[in-house]
C-alpha cells in the first residue's frame, strides 16, 4: 500500500501534535511551566493575527493548562471566549486539589517537588509545605527541607503536629 503525500502530512502533523501536546512537564518547576505558558500565549496571538485559528485556540488551551493560576492563563482564557466561544474557568480549589493528587502519585522526588509546589502556587497550605520540606529533605538538602518546614509552621502548621524528622533541622 502506498501512502500518499497527504497522508504523510497528516501523520507528521499527528505526531508532531503528540510531541508538543503530549509531553509531560511535571519534570518542570513553577517558573519554568509560568515562562512556557507565556511562550504558548504568545505563539497563539501570533496565530491569530494570521488567522490559523486552530492553532491559535490550542496554543491558548495549552498555556491555560500549563500554569492555570498565572496572568497568561487568565489572558488565555478570555482569549478563548472571545475568538472562540470557549468558556474554561479557574477554580483554585480544584486545581489545588488535582496538582496534590498528582504529586502524591509521583514516583520521582523532584516531580513530587514541583507538583507541590505547583499546587501551593493555587493555594496556600501547610501541611503541602511541611510535604514538600519531607520531599527536600529525602533529596538530602537539609536546608531547602528547613526553609519549607519553617513555612509549614508559619502558615500555621503547629510545632507539635510538623513531622518527627523536621523537628530536628
Known sequence: MKISRWQWMVIFGMLAFSL??????????????KTLAQDWLQTGKAYLQVKKYSK???CFIYANRLYP????AAEARSLLAQHF???LTYDAEKTFASFVAE???AGN???RINLYLMALDAKRDARIYEQVALAYLELGQKDKAKEYAFMAKEAGLPEQELDSRLKNL
Open 85 to 87: 466561544k470557549v468558556n
Open 69 to 72: 493560576m498565572g496572568e497568561a
Open 56 to 58: 491559535a485556540k490550542n
Open 103 to 105: 504529586a502524591q502519585r
Open 20 to 33: 508538543v501536546f503530549g509531553q509531560d512537564y511535571s519534570m518542570y518547576s513553577p517558573d519554568a511551566r
Open 109 to 111: 522526588t523532584q516531580t
